[in-house]
């Protein structure tokens, strides 16, 4: 019987220092076939692993590759401790002690508290602000947050504004503070920043010419001056930008009504439809139709996916549509050249004449690259603008686009028609009229 001790208090350390994590068992011996782990929060999260006599580095979490040491030659002593070196801001924390011997096991805890003694703060002068003169005390590299004081030359503490702490890449914080003070006996003003877990601090001392701090009054309507042109700019600048983008909108919706005012009819050809689909009678929407359907056979018909066309194909101009797509999971929407392939096995991509963009799952996709959306369409608009080779698909709730493909179309005058898939969909897709707005 064994049982494990650690110690109660907090284990403290500076950052980049080496630091020993203190376990011991009692009776002080190494128990047969001992099995030390050293772990954080989880027990898969190892810190170092020993056992059947080694140290298994493959199995620590790689932050501490290199980094951990056991007392081998303590073991004898019950001695478990671990030697931590160069410690980060990502150690603070709690690691725990493991030991197990065949059926016997013990743990203990050690708290270890991480902290880093930043730069010298840097103290300026940020301007005047009403009659007083605005300080600004910064500083990097700090952990914990720290404490901030500002003192005058006569020993009072005086009230500061501090900053919010940002953090850098290696965990550490930049910090500051700012005041607002007036003339006094000397001008002299210090910052004090302090580490409350380290118990160490560092401080700048600022003195303030006389003539500054008393400014003349023209100076001080230069300066009022100066802060109400630099605001009046900030609100033209302002007022620009909420401009530009009030005139944006109102162009995206103009070129959008121009868009609706493209829009076509659009049926679906039952002559092209795979076996596998069911074309309404309306023709206007398409699922799949649950098992192989007696089809008669003909060049148009795609063979062996569940493909579709609109009967209407264009040759010239430009024109939109609309297609309800629900909440169907897996669908393909597009427009294919007359003599896309439709027999044997079709792949959807503009080398071969199909310009398609399609949802599968959570995934939306373009040849074969995944699409990211801001939303989930219930309504996809379908543009094509023969002239200028583009094909661009729209949220029609949003009034956003999807994507847009800049193209050619291959041999001029051949026809393009609109494509519809399902895949094996119940949720059919719906063809929906289109009204352009007032």
Same mark, same amino acid.
């Given at each position: 019987?064994?049982?494990?001790?650690?110690?109660?208090?907090?284990?403290v350390? &500076?950052?980049?220092?080496?630091v020993?994590l203190?376990? @011991?068992l009692?009776?002080?011996?190494?128990?047969? #076939?001992m099995?030390v782990?050293?772990f954080?929060k989880?027990?898969?999260k190892?810190?170092?692993?020993?056992?059947?006599?080694?140290d298994?580095? *493959?199995?620590?979490?790689?932050e501490?590759?290199?980094?951990?040491?056991?007392?081998?030659?303590?073991?004898? /002593?019950?001695?478990?401790?671990?030697?931590?070196r160069?410690v980060?801001v /990502?150690?603070d924390?709690t690691f725990?002690?493991?030991v197990? =011997?065949?059926?016997? *096991?013990?743990?203990?805890?050690?708290?270890?508290?991480?902290? =880093?003694?930043g730069?010298?703060?840097?103290?300026?002068?940020?301007?005047?602000?009403?009659?007083?003169?605005k300080l600004?005390? &910064?500083?990097?590299?700090?952990?914990?947050e720290?404490?901030i004081?500002w003192?005058n030359?006569n020993?009072?503490?005086?009230?500061?504004?501090s900053?919010?702490p940002v953090e850098n890449?290696?965990?550490?914080?930049?910090?500051?503070?700012s005041?607002v003070?007036s003339?006094n006996?000397?001008?002299t003003?210090?910052?004090?920043i302090?580490?409350?877990?380290?118990?160490?601090?560092?401080?700048?001392i600022?003195q303030?010419?006389?003539?500054m701090?008393r400014?003349?009054?023209?100076?001080?309507?230069v300066?009022?001056a100066?802060?109400?042109?630099?605001?009046?700019?900030?609100?033209?600048?302002?007022?620009?930008?909420?401009?530009?983008?009030?005139c944006?909108?109102l162009?995206?919706?103009?070129?959008w009504? /121009?868009?609706?005012?493209? &829009?076509v009819?659009?049926? +679906?050809?039952?002559?092209?439809?795979?076996?596998?689909?069911?074309?309404?009678? #309306?023709r206007?929407?398409v699922? #799949?139709?649950?098992?192989?359907r007696?089809v008669?056979?003909?060049?148009?018909?795609?063979?062996?996916y569940?493909?579709?066309?609109?009967?209407?194909?264009?040759r010239?101009?430009?024109?939109?549509?609309?297609?309800?797509?629900? *909440?169907s999971?897996?669908?393909d929407?597009?427009?294919a050249r007359a003599?896309a @392939?439709?027999k044997?096995?079709?792949?959807?991509?503009?080398?071969n004449?199909y310009?398609?963009?399609?949802?599968?799952?959570?995934?939306?996709?373009?040849n074969n690259?995944?699409?990211?959306?801001d939303?989930?369409?219930?309504?996809?608009?379908?543009?094509?603008n +023969?002239?200028?080779?583009?094909?661009?698909?729209? #949220?029609?709730?949003?009034k956003?686009?999807?994507y847009?493909?800049?193209?050619?179309?291959?041999?001029e005058?051949e026809e393009i028609?609109?494509?519809?898939?399902?895949?094996? =969909?119940q949720?059919? +897709?719906?063809?929906?009229?289109?009204t352009?707005?007032d």
């Amino acid at each position: 019987v064994f049982i494990v001790t650690t110690s109660k208090k907090p284990t403290v350390v &500076a950052v980049g220092q080496d630091v020993v994590l203190e376990c @011991q068992l009692i009776p002080a011996a190494a128990p047969e #076939d001992m099995e030390v782990r050293w772990f954080r929060k989880g027990w898969q999260k190892i810190v170092h692993m020993y056992r059947k006599g080694k140290d298994e580095p *493959d199995e620590q979490m790689k932050e501490y590759f290199g980094r951990t040491e056991l007392f081998h030659n303590e073991f004898g /002593k019950g001695n478990v401790s671990l030697l931590l070196r160069n410690v980060t801001v /990502k150690d603070d924390g709690t690691f725990r002690c493991f030991v197990v =011997s065949k059926a016997l *096991d013990a743990e203990g805890p050690v708290e270890l508290k991480v902290g =880093s003694v930043g730069h010298q703060p840097a103290v300026k002068i940020a301007g005047y602000e009403g009659n007083g003169i605005k300080l600004v005390c &910064a500083s990097d590299d700090w952990f914990p947050e720290p404490r901030i004081e500002w003192w005058n030359s006569n020993g009072e503490k005086l009230t500061g504004v501090s900053e919010k702490p940002v953090e850098n890449a290696r965990g550490l914080l930049k910090v500051g503070s700012s005041i607002v003070v007036s003339h006094n006996a000397d001008n002299t003003y210090k910052c004090v920043i302090s580490n409350l877990l380290l118990q160490k601090e560092r401080e700048t001392i600022l003195q303030i010419s006389a003539l500054m701090m008393r400014p003349a009054i023209n100076e001080y309507e230069v300066l009022n001056a100066k802060l109400k042109r630099s605001e009046l700019l900030k609100q033209i600048e302002n007022e620009k930008q909420a401009a530009k983008l009030e005139c944006e909108k109102l162009l995206h919706l103009i070129e959008w009504d /121009k868009m609706l005012r493209c &829009a076509v009819s659009v049926t +679906l050809d039952p002559e092209t439809a795979n076996g596998h689909l069911e074309v309404s009678p #309306d023709r206007l929407s398409v699922k #799949d139709g649950g098992g192989w359907r007696n089809v008669t056979e003909n060049p148009k018909r795609f063979e062996r996916y569940p493909f579709v066309v609109a009967s209407e194909g264009f040759r010239a101009g430009t024109h939109y549509w609309e297609v309800e797509v629900g *909440d169907s999971n897996n669908w393909d929407l597009g427009v294919a050249r007359a003599s896309a @392939q439709r027999k044997g096995r079709v792949e959807l991509s503009e080398e071969n004449g199909y310009w398609v963009m399609g949802r599968y799952w959570e995934k939306y996709k373009v040849n074969n690259a995944d699409l990211t959306l801001d939303r989930k369409p219930a309504r996809v608009g379908v543009y094509l603008n +023969l002239k200028e080779g583009l094909v661009s698909f729209h #949220d029609a709730e949003t009034k956003t686009q999807l994507y847009a493909f800049q193209t050619h179309f291959g041999e001029e005058g051949e026809e393009i028609f609109p494509f519809f898939c399902p895949w094996r =969909s119940q949720e059919p +897709l719906k063809i929906t009229p289109v009204t352009p707005e007032d």
